[in-house]
């Protein structure tokens, strides 16, 4: 299969080493997976060519953006994973509209449109890693979809391939939000807006829960852009929290806000996208979505009270997110969002987590029609016996922001170099010195890191303690050679100038 495969996506396109397997068996949710193989594609041939192999030998197929999704998603059950990565280009951008490849990461569709003074509006908490394809699939909403909605309201149509291999151009919005089952993703026509000339903040602090459900009710109807929650028990827990009580932050795309100045405006809606982590990083690594009625969001928040859980969310469009410790957690949730007649899944898909909470009924006909033979992302979203194996990774919570800062990973575009990937080495405690070589101690990764991992000294130390046991990585094998050779360790030195000259920029 691999030779095969090697002929389709060429050698360095498919990836079939330990360091792949690893990386890939992941995605940002407690899901441990397997797979064969990984492979990138760089066009929709490609991905035809792939298809019509896998549907005539039978081999499961895992589609992956970023691997950000939280209900396992992108975790492969025992096939090849299609890592979308290194097909991210922006194909064209006109006056109302933007094609792009699966692989465009929102936060550099979003810079790119900006300098046209144009936005695309739809902006999960994510935004940094997570690909158009992925958001597509999940028919993700975010901190705009009060006013924006979610991606179907903004997808115009796209390009499918499907489990035959058919290339097939779709505007049938019954494909977004079909978790990778019913076919690939391979090109999407998005409607753009004019980015809007202000955005001003109004952030109020609310000591009662019948307060902030009356205020969301208020502001709901004032056409606001955002309105974005953290709990009082996720402000006192947080390292860093946004307020000490319950707290609203309400953007207008005008200047009916307190705070005017755009720099402050979006410190504090960064810093409101840091809350998710926070809470991983003190144990809370547990994470549901349900959408609550508005009016009943001080009876939900009270249960939640009742229990100790912290929870923030996307309040205009009713998402809250508890955060729990333990998965076993997640019964007592289900219980609250039966009580309250919430919808259990309000954002982050289905997936094979939620599978007993939710069925998406209108993909089972499709389902059919598409893929009879069960080969795309078989185990997800629709009911079946499989139980998924659930670990918990104490280096890091593998939510993926990394990729949009480490250099490696930009230049590479595979898991295996990422920031994310290592933390999972160090999880395995490999120590073969591959794992470790190509990470330059840039530090990038801490500079976006959430939960204030601190991985670039995880990998340092790792570095060290192999060493220590004589295996040699390449850098340090390269140092060692210049101090035997030369004195230093960055090599020959040329009369009248410093190493700090020759080697710092
Ligand atoms: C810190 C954090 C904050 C988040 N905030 C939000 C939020 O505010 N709103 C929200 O909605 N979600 C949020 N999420 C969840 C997640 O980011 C979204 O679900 C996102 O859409 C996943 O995109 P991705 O590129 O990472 O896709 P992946 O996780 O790689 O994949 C998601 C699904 O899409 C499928 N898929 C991927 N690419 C393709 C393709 N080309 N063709 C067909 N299927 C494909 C996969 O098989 C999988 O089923 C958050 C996650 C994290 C870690
Ligand atoms: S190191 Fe930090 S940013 Fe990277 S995956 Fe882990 S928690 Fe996320
Ligand atoms: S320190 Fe290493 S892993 Fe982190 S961003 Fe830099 S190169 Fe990547």
């Not at 949710?29 to 041939?45: F, I, K, R, Y």
């Amino acid at each position: 299969m691999i030779d095969d495969l090697m002929k389709i996506f060429g050698r360095s396109n498919v990836g079939v080493d330990k360091k792949d397997l690893l990386a890939y068996s992941f995605d940002a949710s407690d899901v441990e997976g397997s797979l064969l193989a990984v492979v990138w594609p760089q066009n929709a041939v490609q991905v035809s060519d792939f298809m019509k192999y896998c549907s005539g030998n039978n081999v499961k197929v895992f589609p992956r953006g970023a691997g950000t999704n939280l209900s396992g998603g992108a975790v492969p059950f025992k096939g090849v994973v299609i890592d979308f990565s290194r097909m991210n280009r922006i194909l064209e951008i006109s006056e109302d509209s933007v094609t792009v490849e699966p692989g465009v990461i929102l936060e550099d569709l979003e810079k790119r449109l900006n300098e046209k003074g144009k936005t695309f509006p739809i902006m999960p908490a994510s935004d940094k890693a997570c690909t158009v394809g992925g958001c597509i699939a999940e028919d993700s909403a975010g901190i705009r979809a009060i006013k924006y909605g979610t991606m179907k309201d903004w997808v115009l149509d796209m390009e499918v391939v499907l489990a035959d291999g058919k290339v097939m151009n779709v505007i049938d919005k019954n494909f977004i939000g079909s978790e990778g089952i019913l076919g690939l993703i391979t090109k999407a026509r998005l409607k753009i807006a004019n980015k809007p000339a202000l955005r001003t903040l109004t952030v109020s602090h609310l000591d009662t829960l019948e307060e902030v459900q009356a205020k969301v009710s208020q502001y709901s109807k004032e056409g606001v852009s955002s309105l974005e929650f953290v709990s009082r028990i996720a402000n006192k827990l947080a390292k860093k929290p946004v307020g000490g009580s319950n707290t609203l932050i309400v953007e207008f795309e005008d200047d009916r806000g307190e705070i005017k100045d755009p720099n402050k405006v979006k410190e504090i809606m960064e810093h409101r996208k840091t809350i998710s982590s926070q809470m991983a990083s003190i144990g809370y690594v547990v994470v549901e979505d349900p959408r609550v009625p508005v009016e009943k969001t001080a009876l939900f928040l009270e249960e939640l009270e009742k229990l100790g859980i912290p929870s923030y969310g996307h309040m205009g469009y009713g998402v809250i997110h508890p955060r729990m410790k333990e998965s076993s957690q997640r019964k007592k949730i289900a219980e609250i969002v039966a009580k309250v007649g919430a919808n259990p899944v309000g954002e982050h898909g289905i997936g094979v987590l939620k599978k007993a909470l939710k069925t998406k009924e209108w993909l089972i006909p499709l389902k059919k029609r598409y893929d009879p033979n069960n080969i795309l992302n078989p185990g997800k979203v629709l009911p079946d016996k499989d139980v998924p194996n659930v670990e918990k990774i104490d280096v890091c919570v593998l939510c993926g922001m990394c990729r949009s800062r480490c250099p490696v990973f930009k230049a590479l575009l595979t898991e295996s170099v990422s920031p994310r990937g290592m933390a999972i080495y160090i999880e395995k405690n490999l120590s073969d010195k591959v794992f470790w070589e190509k990470c330059t101690q840039c530090r990038a990764c801490d500079s976006v890191c959430p939960m204030d991992a601190q991985l670039s000294k995880k990998i340092r130390d790792k570095r060290a303690s192999l060493i220590k046991q004589g295996v040699e990585t390449e850098p340090n094998k390269k140092m060692m050679e210049n101090v035997r050779k030369h004195g230093n360790p960055f090599g020959k030195i040329e009369e009248g100038k410093s190493p700090k000259e020759l080697y710092c920029c």
